[in-house]
């Protein structure tokens, strides 16, 4: 059946009325922040074109070199962020499938979850977010500046103009916090984006519920994605053995990343399937948060991996303290004027404070740029750990 391109959008949606779960988000649905007449009169359904904001943004391209848990380690097979973001991705759609919902929203939300990661991941979090504090800002959180990055810094200051659902999973991404039901908080608008980021920012909330299934959904598999994939890594760095896993977790889960993430998504496909809500089985849900128990203590808070972690600290100071100063002196010959802030739209100048640039500035950094411009003495101290 032939139809003009102007018609195809409405066949899409037409089709999604007889595909979709009722409980999934409709793309007709979607709606931005401020208007754009040219995308009613185009083909592409609203999250399709989300997609291709995001993938098209310099925030994504960064992907490439910023730290998902193991830094400074000579091994090329070693995940990155932006393998991660792929395979979070990849899981959901998955997911989304099975469940009858949204697959373009629910990969917007997936490519977009950690655009807002500082370098080294979230130990570097953790530096970055107190040097914010101590300047008066807030607290620093990767979620809260991925829907910056793309809201308002991208795209050199004018942001991408993404949906409201689109922007809400992203922020509401969190999967370190353990969910065993997640069900969707609706009919949240931009005023609740605004305020839910002001209050994470401030330290109100920790944590907020996506208003959209396909949210709940990437939140889950963000955790189903890295679980069975870091301990594959930890295993390749010699940091844990197989031999190690808990033994009641490799009955259920078995012992492999593959094996791991088909058990989980199977689980949460079947206690989930035509349900206004997602969920793991009691005994999955508990035996994950088991293994991810097992992570935190053996992996992530492992001595071998915290050997810089006093460097970095100090990198991190150095890097906040000597662009603040730049700003303050207005010393335009700064990297931070040169690299981030030249071409920048009037509004992002007037509407952030000199902490929040830098603070925007240094969270954009991949790996390599931050330690490219760290001092040599600094420098000096780093070690590989593996």
């Known amino acids: 059946m032939n139809h003009q391109l102007e018609d195809l959008k409405q066949v899409l949606d037409n089709r999604e009325n007889g595909l979709l779960s009722p409980y999934s988000t409709h793309s007709k649905n979607g709606f931005r922040r401020n208007h754009e007449a040219r995308l009613e009169t185009g083909y592409r359904q609203a999250f399709s074109v989300d997609i291709d904001r995001i993938l098209h943004s310099l925030a994504y391209t960064r992907y490439i070199d910023k730290t998902q848990v193991f830094y400074l380690v000579k091994n090329d097979h070693i995940t990155h962020r932006v393998l991660h973001v792929q395979i979070v991705s990849k899981v959901a759609r998955t997911i989304g499938r099975f469940l009858g919902l949204n697959e373009d929203l629910i990969e917007a939300i997936a490519l977009g979850h950690d655009i807002g990661h500082a ?44 949906c409201l659902q689109t922007l809400d999973g992203i922020l509401c991404h969190d999967g370190e916090t353990h969910n065993h039901q997640l069900e969707p908080k609706r009919n949240k608008t931009f005023s609740t984006l605004d305020r839910d980021i002001l209050e994470i920012t401030t330290g109100i909330k920790k944590s907020v519920i996506p208003m959209t299934l396909e949210g709940c959904v990437v939140r889950m598999a963000d955790t189903i994605s890295y679980i069975g994939r870091d301990i594959e890594d930890g295993i390749r760095l010699g940091i844990i053995n197989r031999k190690d896993l808990p033994s009641e977790c490799i009955s259920l889960l078995g012992d492999t990343n593959g094996t791991i993430i088909y058990r989980l998504v199977t689980d949460l496909i079947r206690n989930s399937s035509n349900k206004s809500y997602i969920a793991f089985s009691s005994e999955i849900s508990n035996t994950l948060l088991k293994l991810k128990k ?23 100071e150095y890097m906040f303290e000597t662009f603040l100063q730049d700003l303050e002196k207005e010393d335009h010959s700064s990297v931070i004027y040169s690299g981030f802030l030249k071409d920048m739209s009037k509004s992002y100048l007037e509407t952030s404070s000199n902490a929040e640039i830098v603070r925007d500035f240094i969270a954009g950094m991949t790996d390599r740029y931050f330690i490219d411009l760290c001092p040599d003495e600094l420098l000096s101290k780093l070690k590989y750990i593996l």
């Open 119 to 162: 370098p080294f991941g979230h130990e570097g979090e953790t530096y970055l977010s107190e040097f914010c504090r101590l300047s008066g800002i807030g607290n620093f959180r990767h979620n809260v500046q991925s829907v910056l990055f793309l809201d308002r810094v991208d795209k050199k200051g004018q942001g991408w103009n993404l």
């Open 294 to 316: 097992f992570n935190y203590k053996t992996i992530y808070l492992n001595r071998k991996i915290k050997v810089n972690s006093g460097v970095i600290r100090q990198m991190f």
